[in-house]
């Protein structure tokens, strides 16, 4: 495929995205916006496109030393600020990385990774052969997956950066792994997009720019529901990024006005969503998620026999007030759990493996009101992006990636 084919491509796939309301997110690894710079300047003025950095080259970072990543990583921003392409995030090229890289990438001003990856299930792959399911687990054991049974999929800290997952199978997995047809791309991508919205959390889309012609009807398709579906929250990879900053400062003060009466006052955002569960029915409140209501304003009284935050022993705060501070959950780090409606103990975790799914499933169990910032912002229930690499424009970019 020659260089201009590709070139129409690439901005063909960023205006049909851009079609349905939404800003791709496009990591590109820096030799290849050093041979096509216009390319890139070109989709930033005239698109709807965020990028990020996928490495200098397209290697297996994880096999470098400290100092031969950090020089990468400084050719790298060095390409993108020498062209103007702005970025504020990264993707590891083959997702191989290691928790010293990701330091590295915050102290060198990156606000995001999307390296980490969940693999969501469909009973769309149970035809698959068994020699293509042994080749679908081997890449998923060298992308160091998470298994979303087992996982919440949102944004989290991890070694001073905000991962943001990236949801798996993606188009090569379909393809070159699984050996499905792309006629078939839109029913595991909708499987997929019903999972999250039945949870509540995010899928980001990886769809490689360069298949776009094959899969643009399935993509459509996947599109225009997503477009009849208002409680989607609908954005890139940097918005997601900067929601959580502004989310992580919002605050919640909860004060003991009688024996039983207690009043909240929160201070956030206009596109908060504040949530309240078993509660008594509150003049401002509509249902919103499950057994939480939404609340309208910023200060209200509430009733009930307990305080209405979670309380965390002191020897567990280490452990599980970071899933509960990314969860927008109210808690207070408390040696008396008679005060609260739900109260985290050492021993209220069980398996060291999987606790942030104990944390979540011990708060939804509870009968007690309990406080809480939502997940997404403007009363979304759920959140979708789309991602797609790109590690090569032309055929000579190809080969370099492969031959050096």
């Known amino acids: ?16 995205i851009n079609a ?81 890289k990701i330091q590295i990438l915050h102290s060198s001003g990156f606000l995001w990774d999307s390296s980490d990856c969940i693999a969501w299930h469909s009973p769309r792959f149970e035809d698959v052969s068994k020699q293509r399911t042994i080749a679908y687990e081997q890449i998923l054991k060298s992308y160091q997956f998470s298994d979303s049974y087992d996982t919440v999929a949102l944004p989290r800290k991890k070694n001073g950066i905000l991962e943001i ?25 909708d499987e997929m997009l019903r999972q999250v919205q039945s949870r509540g959390e995010l899928l980001v889309f990886q769809l490689h720019p360069e298949r776009f012609p094959w899969y643009k009807k399935s993509l459509m398709q996947v599109l225009h529901s997503i477009e009849k579906e208002n409680r989607i929250w609908k954005t890139s990879l940097d918005g997601i990024a900067a929601w959580w900053r502004e989310r992580m400062g919002f605050q919640c003060a909860v004060d003991r006005i009688k024996n039983d009466r207690y009043r909240i006052s929160v ?44 309380g965390v022993h002191p020897d567990l705060s280490e452990t599980v007030t970071p899933i509960l501070r990314n969860e927008g959950f109210v808690f207070e780090i408390d040696s008396h759990p008679e005060s609260f409606g739900v109260y985290l103990h050492p021993n209220a975790v069980q398996d060291s493996e999987n606790v942030e799914k104990q944390v979540i499933d011990a708060v939804e169990r509870t009968s007690f009101p309990l406080i809480r910032f939502w997940r997404w912002p403007e009363a979304k229930q759920y959140a979708i992006a789309v991602s797609g690499d790109v590690d090569a424009v032309d055929l000579w970019d190809y080969f370099v990636r492969y031959h050096g």
């Not at 590709?6 to 960023?14: A, S, W």
């Not at 990236?166 to 050996?179: E, F, H, T, Y």
């Not at 249902?287 to 939404?294: A, L, V, Y």
């Open 267 to 310: 201070r956030c955002s206009n596109r908060a969503t504040v949530l309240m569960k078993n509660s008594e029915k509150l003049e401002r409140s509509k249902p919103f998620w499950r057994s939480w209501n939404r609340v309208l304003g910023n200060q209200w009284e509430t009733s009930g026999p307990r305080k209405p935050v979670i």
């Open 165 to 189: 997952p990236l949801s798996l199978p993606d188009d090569d997995i379909l393809v070159d792994r699984l050996g499905l047809a792309l006629t078939r791309f839109a029913g595991v991508f």
């Open 20 to 100: 349905f309301g939404m800003k791709p997110t496009l990591p590109v690894t820096a030799t290849v916006v050093e041979r096509h710079p216009c390319l890139f300047k070109k989709l930033q003025d005239e698109t709807n496109v965020e990028f990020a950095v996928h490495g200098f080259r397209h290697i297996d970072y994880s096999e470098l030393n400290r100092h031969q990543f950090e020089e990468h990583l400084h050719r790298a921003i060095g390409v993108f600020h020498k062209h103007h392409i702005r970025f504020s995030g990264h993707r590891f090229p083959f997702l191989c990385r290691d928790n010293e």
């Open 1 to 16: 495929m020659d260089s201009e084919k590709l070139h129409t491509i690439l901005f063909d796939y960023v205006k049909l």
